[in-house]
Structure formats: structure tokens, C-alpha cells
């Protein structure tokens, strides 16, 4: 783990196993949905923004460059795969080898005869789904056979011998008040739909990106319509459905600017391309969006200079 100190795990010697003094483990961190809304709740309060998912959370948990906040968010794992051979055959036997050592392992787990009882272990999960103490948006079936996983190979970076089998999203039902368009760094156009804040899944929801102006029409969106939304992967908040036997007749028909709406340029859509652009490079929007992403964590990840300073920057000229 990137910071061991943080989730202390006390490697007991197993006698039955060739024990090395290294071998390799791989995990998933998460963080308990308690403690997420106990976060969250202290972040309202100092009147800082909230986290969107406990995802995203753990992933930030982990970046931090400060251990002690780290460690303050009281992050949970549990190891799934023991990439060193200690003799194991199977992928249940890895299991056990890796409770055996003392490594916390997922109790939610079955070995399947067939794929009448992966289904069966499918479902049951999706009903436990929210009773559980943490998130999860699926289940991963794998072979048990370890020969045969690695005979099976491999598709990019993706192994023929696992599949991932997610829930359906959850969902809700709300008023889409508005589309407005955001002007992206590379000048993209994207409509972006301004609902009626909506819980789904623990998370209000007053967001969901319409892509571009293919989606509207085959969505067949309108403003003021009354919309089905989920959460793509249980994060991403998305437009499932419009609910046209609900129209009142007051729905106003959206339709893309022809100039773009932060500098007042000419905006083009290229031929055999679904996204509209903005033609001038000096748009304020343009420049604006690709400073926040050079000074950004996935970027330059330069402290301490936020939108605020970087929007006054760009006024200043």
C-alpha cells in the first residue's frame, strides 16, 4: 500500500504456506458510508464543498499529501488477489491464504458451480446492496481456475477470465429547469441540464451533462420536461429517460447557440463530428479551463492556486 502507517496490517507466518518476506497483494480502499457522511457533515459545517461519492473521497483520501488527513478519515480495504505464487491453484485458495496471513477479505464472496448460481449470488447481492456499510455498483465474477485464467489471457488490460456485472443505477425522478452551455478547454460546447435537485442514491443531484446536441434529440429532451436520472456507475449523473406523457405544453424545444455564449464568437460543428466548438482561441471560457486543468492534481498539481486566483489572473489580462 502507497501508506502502509495508514492501514496497518499485522502479516501473521503461516507454516502450511512457502512464506516469503515479500510478495504482492492487490486490494481495494474504501471508505465505510458512516464515516463518508461523517466527513461531509464537517465539511458543510466549516462551509467547505461536499464530496460528490465515497469514491471519490477514498481516491482523494489517498492523494493527500498529508498522512494525518489520511489517517483522520478512517479508510478501510480489502485485499482480493495474491499475485505470488505461494502454491495456490485456485483463486478461492487465494482467498484463503490471504485471510490466513491476516489480510481482511471481502466476506460477501462464493465460490459458483455454474452460472445458474452466479446469477442467484447476483442477485442476492443486488438485494443486500443497501444494507451493506459501503458502496458497491456490482459484483466481479472471475474463473477459479488459475490455469485457466491465465490461458484465457488477456484484452488490452482487461483478463478474458473476469467479468464485471453492475447493478442497474439507481434512479429518480425530477424537473429539468433549464440546459445551459459550458465552454470547455478545447472549446467544446456542452449542454449541460439544470434540474430540480434530486436525492439518488445518497447524493443530490442538480446536474446531468446532455454531451452534445445528438443526445438532446435522441433523448428528445425538452426544458421543463420531467426526466428519469441516474448516476453512470453509480457517480456520473445522467438523464436516463424523458417522461413525455407528463408534458404540460409548456416545454420549451432547446436549441444549440450558433455564437458562442461566453465571448460571442462563431461556433462551428465539423463535419461527421457531434460537438460543437468555439472558433476563437483567445475565448475567455477556453483559456480559463485550460489553466484549471495545468495547475490541476492530474496536471502540474500547483498549490494553492485555485479558479478564483486564476479567474483574476485572466481579467487582469
Avoid: W
Avoid at 490541476?296 to 487582469?316: V, Y
Amino acid at each position: 500500500l502507497k501508506k502502509e502507517k495508514i492501514f496497518p496490517t499485522i502479516i501473521k507466518k503461516v507454516e502450511k504456506y512457502d512464506f516469503r518476506q515479500s510478495f504482492v497483494v492487490r486490494g481495494e480502499i474504501f471508505i465505510p458510508q458512516k464515516e463518508f457522511e461523517k466527513v461531509n457533515k464537517k465539511r458543510q459545517k466549516a462551509g467547505l464543498p461536499t464530496y460528490a461519492n465515497p469514491r471519490n473521497l477514498a481516491a482523494g483520501s489517498i492523494r493527500q499529501l498529508n498522512p494525518k488527513i489520511t489517517a483522520s478519515r478512517r479508510l478501510d480495504s480489502f485485499a482480493y488477489e495474491l499475485l505470488t505464487d505461494l502454491g495456490q491453484e485456485t483463486h478461492e485458495e487465494k482467498h484463503k491464504i490471504l485471510k490466513a496471513f491476516g489480510f481482511k477479505i471481502n466476506p460477501y464472496n462464493k465460490y459458483c458451480r455454474n452460472l445458474s448460481e452466479v446469477f442467484e449470488f447476483y442477485r442476492s447481492c443486488q438485494k443486500l446492496r443497501e444494507k451493506l456499510p459501503y458502496e458497491i455498483d456490482g459484483i466481479v465474477v472471475i474463473v477459479n481456475s488459475n490455469k485457466i485464467f491465465e490461458k484465457l489471457g488477456v484484452v488490452g488490460k482487461a483478463p478474458r477470465g473476469a467479468i464485471a456485472l453492475k447493478f442497474s443505477a439507481k434512479q429518480a425522478t425530477t424537473v429539468v429547469e433549464d440546459i445551459k452551455v459550458q465552454v470547455g478547454r478545447t472549446g467544446a460546447l456542452t449542454p449541460v441540464a439544470h434540474l430540480k435537485p434530486v436525492e439518488v442514491g445518497g447524493v443530490i443531484i442538480s446536474r446531468a451533462t446532455l454531451h452534445n446536441e445528438d443526445e438532446i434529440n435522441r433523448l428528445g429532451v425538452k426544458i421543463g420536461d420531467t426526466v428519469i436520472v441516474g448516476r453512470a456507475g453509480d457517480v456520473i449523473p445522467d438523464i436516463i429517460k424523458v417522461l413525455p406523457e407528463l408534458r404540460t405544453g409548456k416545454e420549451k424545444k432547446f436549441k444549440m447557440p450558433s455564437y458562442c455564449p461566453i465571448c460571442g464568437s462563431k461556433v462551428v460543428r465539423p463535419k461527421g463530428e457531434a460537438v460543437t466548438r468555439c472558433t476563437n482561441p483567445n475565448c475567455f471560457a477556453i483559456q480559463k479551463e485550460y489553466f484549471y486543468h495545468f495547475v490541476s492534481k492530474g496536471a502540474f498539481d500547483i498549490d494553492g492556486l485555485g479558479p478564483k486566483i486564476i479567474d483574476q489572473l485572466i481579467e487582469e489580462g
